[in-house]
């Protein structure tokens, strides 16, 4: 069974930097993509970035992009998102998510989601 | 501001269906079959029901179907059952490399 374990959320203030990880079991995380996703509090859904099963590419919402980096640990099938000069509008919960791998597209699209760690930016 | 359009709320009666669209762009839902739905139910994460237009990840039941026509995506689910009350959200590819979602709809079981 596939888990996403995320972590790292906390109150933060604006400018400041925080890093979310997500520990994974239940599948060979080095075969595939990864996202994050984040909901911003009685929001819709937002995609933030995605990772291949590598880490050779890297996308980013424009939103994020400059800011927010996502990377990943193939030896410890964890996923990380290093967050940079935060702003109120990045409050959020933040969901990592695995690839549908049955996906036709080169991008597919989340498949299996954890349960989000929050992230409240302010003063 | 979401840059695929759906409605904010349906609703029907049990054993009713209810068709949810999803209006997007010739840069995403028009140019490619890769559009998916995703059910949100209060206070948890969102479960994926069908990816690719129309195919179903394992364990979602056949009464959620998805097309496409045009710029348009469409999700209807027969035979509501009360367990389907929840937002869903539809969620195309764009090029280059993004994903965009709809702004979600709140589908209420009468």
């Known amino acids: 069974e596939v888990h996403l374990l995320e972590s790292g959320g906390t109150l933060v203030q604006p400018g400041k930097s925080l890093r979310l990880s997500c520990a994974t079991s239940g599948f060979l995380f080095s075969s595939h993509a990864m996202s994050w996703v984040r909901q911003a509090p009685g929001q819709g859904l937002e995609w933030v970035a995605t990772?291949?099963?590598?880490?050779?590419?890297?996308y980013y919402a424009d939103s994020v992009r400059g800011r927010f980096s996502v990377s990943r640990d193939n030896s410890r099938s964890t996923l990380f998102l290093q967050m940079n000069s935060l702003s109120v509008e990045d409050t959020a919960i933040y969901y990592c998510t695995r690839d549908e791998s049955q996906s036709a597209s080169d991008q597919p699209p989340p498949g299996s989601w954890g349960q989000g760690t929050l992230v409240t930016v302010s003063s | 501001h979401s840059a695929l359009t759906q409605p904010r709320s349906v609703s029907g009666s049990p054993g009713q269906s209810v068709t949810i669209s999803c209006t997007g762009a010739?840069?995403?839902?028009?140019?490619?079959?890769?559009v998916s739905w995703y059910q949100q139910i209060s206070g948890k994460a969102p479960r994926l029901i069908i990816y690719?237009?129309?195919k179903w990840p394992s364990g979602v039941p056949p009464r959620f179907s998805g097309s496409k026509s045009g710029n348009t995506a469409s999700l209807t689910i027969s035979g509501l059952q009360s367990e389907d009350e929840a937002v869903y959200y539809c969620c195309s590819y764009e090029a280059p490399n993004t994903l965009v979602f709809g702004g979600g709809t709140k589908v209420t079981v009468l």
């Open positions: 010739g840069n995403n839902i028009g140019s490619y079959d890769f």
């Open positions: 990772i291949t099963g590598t880490g050779t590419f890297k």
């Open positions: 690719d237009v129309y």
